[in-house]
C-alpha cells in the first residue's frame, strides 16, 4: 500500500478533522461501471461479483458521508434515468448503444455515446459538483480519463480483472482478451491518479506488467455483507429449505459459467472421485449454481452436456442464478464450495461462503490465496488437475467433521472482510487522491 495512505489510515477521525483542507474526503464521486448495472442479478449476463462489490462499497460510502452516484449503460427501456438505490447512492442509466444484444466485446465502440451521458448530466450541475470520478474495470476507466480531465478532478480506478493476467491463465479453448483491451488498461495505468487492488499480488501484477507506479497503487481487500453472509441457523436448515438429502456431500459451484471459471473441473473431479468409489454415488448432490456468461455463451448448454459424457448426469443440479439472500442458503447448504478458476482478482464467493461456515476447496490463483486459508478454512490446489480436486472432496466424503470443524474457522476467517473496513480504507484512498492532484495542480500553476 502507498505509504501516504497508510500513514493516513492510521490518524484518529479527531486528528482527520483538525488537518488542512486538502485532506479531507470528497463529498460526492462519480463511480462508473459502463458495461455492468448494479441493479442487474450476479451470476446472469456480466453480472458478478463486481456488481455486489460496487453496490456494498456504495452504500457503505455513503454511511461515510460520502455521495455515491454510479453511471451504468441502460440494457431496457423500463428503467428510469436516475434511480436512487439507497439514501446518498444514485444510480444513473446512460443511454449508449441498443438495450439489447450488445456483447462486452461490442461495448469499446459505445464509449464515446456514454461519455456524452456522462457530460450531460455533469453539465445540468454547478462546477465542482463531483469532487473525484472512481472508474471500475477497463472500459469505465477510459470514460474516467476524460471525465476527470474534463472536470479538473483525481481519477481513482479499479481494474478487477486484467487482459494480460486472464491472457497468462487461459482455460483450454477459452479466447484470449484483444490487444486493444491490453493498450487500453496501459494508458488507464498512466493517467489514475490512484489504483486500487484488491490484494498484494494484484498489486504486484500491475506494478510487473503494466507498469505502474508503486506510489499510486493502493491495496484495499473487498468486503463481504457480514449481515446476509452468516451462519444462520445453520446447514440442516439450510438444506431441509432446498430440497437437499441431509447427510450428502454436497459440492457446490455458485457463479458465472464460462471457461475462465472453471466448472468444468468440478464435474470431471466428480466423476473422478465415482470412478474411484462408486458407493458415493447414493449421496452425493452437485448443485451448479449460476447462468452461461462471456465465452460460455457461445454454448450455453455446454456443462449439462459433459455432465451426461461423464455419466454423472444424474447427482448434478443445475439451477439458474439466484438472489443473495438464496445465494446465502446454498452457501450454508454445502459441505464445500468449489473455485477452481483459472483468474480470479479476488474471489468474493469464497469470502461470502466461509461468512455462513463452509470451507471453500479453490484454486491457488489471484486473491483466492488471501481468501481461503490453505489447510484451516478450505483447500488451496495448485493448478486445474481433476484428480487433484476428487482427492479433497474424497476428505470431505471420508470425514463428515471436517465441514463443520473447518467451517467454523472459516466463518471467524471472513469477519475482518467486512465492508465497513473496506469503505473506510476506500475513502482513505480518495483522501490521498485529491490530496495529490491539488499537489500536482499546484505544482504546474506555480
Not at 174 to 195: F, K, M, N, S
Not at 245 to 259: E, H, N, S, W
Not at 335 to 343: F, G, R, T
Not at 390 to 419: E, N, Y
Request: charged residues 20%; contains cysteine.
Amino acid at each position: 500500500m502507498s505509504q501516504y495512505v497508510s500513514r493516513l489510515g492510521r490518524r484518529s477521525p479527531a486528528t482527520a478533522s483538525r488537518l488542512r483542507l486538502p485532506y479531507r474526503r470528497p463529498r460526492r464521486v462519480a463511480m462508473l461501471s459502463v458495461h455492468t448495472s448494479p441493479l442487474h442479478q450476479p451470476g446472469t449476463g456480466d453480472a458478478g461479483g463486481m456488481n455486489v462489490y460496487i453496490v456494498e462499497l456504495a452504500q457503505r460510502l455513503a454511511a461515510l458521508n460520502i455521495e455515491v452516484e454510479i453511471f451504468t449503460r441502460a440494457t431496457t427501456a423500463a428503467v428510469p434515468p436516475a434511480v436512487q438505490l439507497a439514501p446518498g447512492v444514485l444510480v444513473r442509466h446512460v443511454d449508449a448503444g441498443p438495450y439489447e444484444g450488445l456483447a462486452k466485446e461490442d461495448l469499446p465502440a459505445q464509449l464515446c455515446a456514454f461519455t456524452h451521458g456522462v457530460m450531460q448530466a455533469w453539465a445540468g450541475h454547478r462546477p465542482g459538483y463531483y469532487d473525484l470520478v472512481h472508474s471500475h474495470y477497463w472500459l469505465s476507466g477510459h470514460v474516467g480519463w476524460l471525465a476527470a480531465q474534463r472536470w479538473g478532478v483525481p481519477l481513482v480506478h479499479a481494474m478487477h480483472t486484467m487482459a494480460k493476467v486472464k491472457n497468462a491463465n487461459l482455460a483450454a479453448g477459452d479466447t484470449p482478451e484483444p490487444p486493444a483491451r491490453v493498450i487500453g488498461e496501459t494508458q488507464i495505468v498512466d493517467a489514475a491518479d490512484r489504483l486500487i487492488a484488491n490484494t498484494t499480488e494484484e498489486a504486484d501484477e500491475l506494478v510487473r506488467h503494466y507498469a505502474a507506479d508503486p506510489g499510486k497503487v493502493a491495496v484495499v481487500h473487498p468486503g463481504v455483507n457480514l449481515d446476509r453472509f452468516r451462519t444462520a441457523d445453520g446447514r440442516a436448515a439450510a438444506r431441509a429449505r432446498l430440497a437437499l438429502p441431509q447427510d450428502a456431500l454436497v459440492p457446490l459451484f455458485a457463479g458465472r459459467i464460462q471457461p475462465l471459471k472453471a466448472p468444468d473441473v468440478l464435474l470431471r473431479a466428480v466423476a473422478a472421485l465415482l470412478d474411484r468409489r462408486p458407493e458415493l454415488r447414493s449421496r452425493i448432490v452437485v448443485p451448479v449454481v449460476g447462468g452461461p456468461s462471456g465465452s460460455g455463451l457461445a454454448k450455453p448448454e455446454g456443462l449439462q452436456k459433459l455432465a451426461a459424457r461423464l455419466g454423472i448426469a444424474d447427482v448434478v443440479r443445475f439451477r439458474p442464478p439466484v438472489g443473495q439472500e438464496q445465494l446465502a442458503d446454498w452457501f450454508r447448504a454445502a459441505s464445500v464450495l468449489v473455485v477452481p478458476s483459472y483468474s480470479e482478482s479476488f474471489g468474493l464467493v469464497a469470502i461470502e461462503a466461509q461468512a455462513t461456515g463452509t470451507p471453500v476447496l479453490a484454486a491457488a490463483v489471484g486473491g483466492l490465496p488471501v481468501a481461503v486459508r490453505d489447510g484451516e478454512t478450505g483447500f488451496l490446489v495448485q493448478g486445474h488437475d481433476p484428480a487433484a480436486y476428487a482427492r479433497v472432496l474424497a476428505r470431505f466424503a471420508d470425514d463428515p467433521a471436517l465441514t463443520p470443524r473447518m467451517g467454523a474457522a472459516a466463518a471467524r476467517h471472513a469477519q475482518s472482510f467486512g465492508w465497513d473496513r473496506a469503505a473506510g480504507a476506500t475513502a482513505d484512498v480518495y483522501t490521498a487522491a485529491l490530496h495529490a492532484h491539488r499537489r500536482r495542480v499546484r505544482s504546474h500553476h506555480g
